[in-house]
């Protein structure tokens, strides 16, 4: 969402954009804007991968939704041995893609999303997905937790899913 709204040249993908050109992180009011602007052009629902990143995130997320008259149905939560996402990750060939950066970047990343991970499991939210196998074999495991939810089987409500990645 940031990139395209960088693209697009709106006021907010300026701001991103200089936030990013400086090598910073881009503040959470800029964020949430884009994700409100892209959610009320959004018609029929949604899914975000990757947002929120943390419990305020997730908190203002919810604030947002209430004004926006918007539900979240469910939230998934991506579940992988660590041998495999290193194999993975080295898999890519990316020079900084070693085995102890790997590590150390899964180590930072569980610090900062079991909260997130505990918060919308409290909501009854979270549903854990095995994400082991080829893409085509977890996207299916993806569209049956998506079908066999209630509020998704009909069809007649938008699904409305956030991706994480435990």
């Not at 709204?5 to 993908?13: Q, R, T």
């Not at 943390?54 to 908190?59: I, K, L, P």
């Not at 930072?108 to 549903?127: A, E, H, M, N």
Request: with cysteine; hydrophobic share 40%.
């Amino acid at each position: 969402m940031l990139r395209a709204e960088v693209k697009a040249g709106s006021e907010l993908g300026k701001q991103a954009k200089a936030v990013m050109d400086a090598g910073n992180l881009v503040d959470d009011s800029i964020v949430l804007g884009i994700v409100r602007s892209c959610m009320t052009k959004q018609k029929g629902g949604w899914i975000l991968d990757g947002f929120p990143r943390t419990v305020e995130q997730a908190d203002k997320l919810s604030e947002m939704l209430m004004e926006l008259h918007q539900s979240m149905d469910l939230v998934i939560c991506m579940v992988l041995d660590d041998d495999i996402l290193i194999k993975r990750g080295l898999a890519r060939g990316r020079a900084d893609d070693t085995e102890e950066v790997l590590k150390n970047r899964l180590e930072v990343y569980r610090k900062s999303t079991q909260p997130l991970i505990d918060y919308y499991s409290r909501l009854g939210l979270l549903i854990n997905v095995d994400a082991s196998g080829k893409p085509a074999e977890i996207l299916a495991k993806i569209e049956a937790v998506t079908k066999n939810d209630g509020a998704l089987a009909s069809g007649t409500k938008p699904c409305s899913v956030n991706l994480l990645i435990k």
